[in-house]
């Protein structure tokens, strides 16, 4: 299976505006925003998707919705909120099978998306 996308950014292939890293997460601005501010936190560690994580993904998946409220406030989004989203599968808008969280912030975000 070819590396996705999101393995070529942890190994430094290919650029990215890096906003957060630590041993087992990176987080990177994303290159089609949908909010003004839009980041990207991924695992190093590959889990194609939440949907296919298993119990001993548990303290990943705690590490990387914490990092992600870090960076939030790291990002000036704490007072104003902010969004969280992770997609699974293809009806869920997921088009990178590579765990990811995002943060959406820096405008009011309207309920349902779309």
């Not at 950014?9 to 290159?31: G, H, K, Y």
């Not at 296919?52 to 990943?60: I, K, T, V």
Request: aromatic share 4%; hydrophobic share 40%.
């Amino acid at each position: 299976m070819s590396e996705t996308l999101f393995e070529r950014i942890i190994s430094r292939q290919i650029p990215a505006d890096i906003v957060f890293e630590n041993e087992e997460l990176l987080a990177f601005r994303d290159i089609n925003p949908q909010a003004p501010v839009h980041v990207l936190v991924i695992p190093k560690r590959v889990v194609a998707r939440i949907g296919e994580a298993q119990s001993g993904d548990q303290e990943l998946l705690g590490s990387l919705l914490l990092a992600a409220a870090q960076i939030a406030r790291q990002l000036g989004l704490a007072e104003s909120g902010y969004r969280l989203v992770i997609n699974n599968g293809p009806d869920g808008g997921e088009t990178v099978p590579h765990l990811h969280c995002h943060i959406l912030g820096g405008r009011s975000l309207g309920w349902p998306p779309g």
